[in-house]
């Protein structure tokens, strides 16, 4: 009964899915960040644009966003990321529209973290003559992102199953097999439990790493 | 313990090295600092006595700006604080803080905590930052605590870290906020010990305090605060034997006789 499975690439598909998880966490992570900076920092333009940022991306669906780098920012207006292929062009919109929207979370999860560094410690920064962005890379930012591992693990897992929406605009990764073979073959039940089995092997292990890690880097007070 | 000089060379010369000038704050309806002229020479111990809420720690905090003030001037070594950026950085540098709750950097070892300002601010090298703050900790009695976290350490031995951090940017005066408040009554002392050698080496202090037998031994002038203002001030001796105020009559009588 497993014989039809050789003639697709489950493995390939999920590369895709690993390659879409990884590249957009990176990305949310770096703009992330930044937005936490902005929403912490002294500058009101900053902050401003940093809160209504977050509130807007994270109430948009990311079916949406993901549909929008497509149909607006590809066909509309001829974005295409310097891709020269349909298909790469959305591999790296989708990659995309994952950072835009993953970020929003990932700046919220380290404001949390920056939330639980006592405010002592910025003010011992600043009184040894720090300057805003030292206090901040120096001694905050260690220490939130330390106590947000665990929400921030969270945000990773939800990218990785948030990875499955890249299919609405036809990046071959497992949804859009899944799609496929569920349509070509009459293995409904067996083709579900082999991807949702496929997701669990990413994302278990993710947890378990990230919560051993979270521990053994927690600030202890 | 080693000698290490923890101040600047000028501090030998004479002059007002922090001036405040009809300084006003505001916490909403509070008003927690009325009209606070105070002038601190350059050597002299100035310690800031009063009740709980009096403003003490208030006016620690604005000398360096970690509070805004709503009217009046500050000035250190003649320069007015300057506004949030790196003008108050640098003058930050030169002015010492230890906060009630330590406050060392927790992510890091004891040894990197005395380290971190020299190098990203004094960029110093890595190893005279380490030569120095070795020296440093030797000084204050913890060199064999170098490598472990502040959390390890008793608080005693905390305060006396977050004293050589201090010291470690060659301040031109040090505030002390409360520095012997958090702290069990078995290491009041090996820190205030601490304070009265700094004391004696000449360094310019502002001690916010509940310790009367440091005021009376240290301190070249007592300053008492009450509901936001300056009721008096006096050098030790003559305060404690004979204060002027009503007011301060009555807080040394609560706090002196039983």
Redesign the interface.
């Known amino acids: 009964m497993f014989d039809f499975l050789s003639d697709y690439d489950i493995l390939g598909a999920f590369w895709t899915t690993v390659q879409l998880a990884l590249l957009s966490a990176v990305g949310s992570l770096i703009w992330g960040t930044l937005l936490a900076a902005m929403r912490v920092g ?1 500058v009101p333009l900053m902050r401003g644009f940093g809160t209504a940022y977050v509130n807007l991306v994270r109430n948009i669906p990311l079916t949406v966003i993901i549909l929008f780098t497509s149909l607006g920012l590809y066909q509309a207006l001829s974005i295409n990321l310097g891709a020269d292929r349909s298909d790469t062009a959305n591999f790296r919109l989708a990659v995309l529209g994952l950072i835009v929207y993953t970020s929003a979370f990932v700046c919220e999860a380290l404001r949390s973290g920056i939330n639980t560094v ?1 405010v ?2 910025a ?9 805003f962005s ?1 206090v901040l890379r ?2 905050v930012l ?2 939130a992102f ?1 106590s947000a591992v665990g929400p921030l693990t969270n945000v990773l897992i939800a990218l990785t199953k948030n990875t499955t929406v890249a299919a609405a605009i036809g990046v071959a990764e497992a949804a859009l097999l899944m799609k496929e073979m569920i349509e070509n073959e009459a293995q409904l039940l067996l083709i579900s439990a082999i991807f949702a089995f496929g997701f669990v092997c990413l994302t278990l292990p993710t947890g378990l790493i990230l919560g051993w890690v979270g521990k053994k880097v927690a ?3 | 313990m080693t000698e290490v000089s923890v101040a600047k060379e000028d501090v030998a010369a004479t002059g007002e090295l922090v001036v405040l000038k009809s300084v006003n704050k505001h916490f909403g309806a509070l008003h927690v600092l009325q009209d606070i002229d105070l002038t601190i020479a350059r050597g002299e111990v100035v310690v800031v006595i009063g009740p709980s809420g009096s403003g003490k720690s208030t006016l620690c905090r604005t000398i360096n700006r970690l509070e805004t003030i709503d009217s009046g001037s500050i000035a250190i070594d003649g320069k007015p604080l300057p506004a949030e950026g790196r003008e108050l950085a640098r003058l930050r540098a030169d002015v010492g803080m230890v906060f009630q709750s330590f406050n060392l950097f927790a992510h890091k070892t004891v040894l990197e905590n005395v380290m971190l300002g020299q190098i990203k601010v004094r960029k110093k090298d890595k190893s005279a930052a380490e030569e120095r703050a070795r020296a440093l900790l030797d000084r204050v009695g913890v060199a064999a605590q170098a490598e472990k976290y502040p959390a390890q350490l008793s608080g005693g031995q905390q305060q006396r870290v977050a004293i050589a951090r201090a010291l470690a940017m060659e301040p031109k005066v040090m505030l002390f906020d409360e520095p012997t408040s958090a702290l069990d009554p078995e290491m009041i002392n090996e820190v205030l010990e601490v304070m009265q050698q700094l004391a004696r080496d000449g360094m310019t202090m502002i001690v916010v305090t509940h310790e009367m037998g440091f005021a009376r031994s240290a301190a070249n002038r007592v300053v008492f605060m009450a509901d936001g203002r300056i009721v008096e001030e006096a050098a030790p001796d003559q305060f404690f034997s004979n204060p002027r105020s009503d007011r301060a009559k009555d807080f040394l009588s609560k706090i002196l006789h039983h």
């Open positions: 002294p006592p002592g410690q003010e011992a920064a600043r009184a040894i003559g720090l300057s030292q120096l001694v260690p220490q330390r600030v202890k007070r």
